[in-house]
C-alpha cells in the first residue's frame, strides 16, 4: 500500500503501510538499515493517513538532504 526506501551512502531508511489479512487493521513500520525502529498495528484509518503523511514529510526531508528515493511507488 506505501513503501519509500531512500538510501545514503551505506544507510538506508524504509517507511511501509500494508493492510493485514488477518487483522483489521494496518501494520505501520519505519526501519533503518536493518534495525525496526518503529512498528505498530493501527486500527483506525485516520491515524494510517496521519502516519503516511509523516513518513511522506520524512522521506522529503531525507530527500533534501541528498538521499535517494530508490521507491516505485511515490
Known amino acids: 500500500m506505501y513503501l519509500r526506501t531512500l538510501s545514503n ?11 493485514l489479512e ?4 494496518w ?7 536493518s534495525r525496526v ?3 505498530a498495528l493501527l486500527l483506525d484509518w485516520h491515524r494510517v493517513e496521519r ?7 520524512e522521506a522529503a526531508k531525507l530527500e ?3 538521499w535517494t ?6
Open 22 to 25: 488477518a487483522a483489521a487493521g
Open 37 to 39: 525502529v518503529r512498528s
Open 69 to 74: 528515493d530508490y521507491s516505485t511507488n511515490r
Open 64 to 66: 533534501s538532504d541528498g
Open 51 to 57: 502516519a503516511q503523511m509523516a513518513f511522506a514529510r
Open 9 to 19: 551512502a551505506h544507510q538506508t531508511r524504509r517507511f511501509t503501510i500494508h493492510k
Open 27 to 33: 501494520e505501520v513500520r519505519e526501519e533503518q538499515d
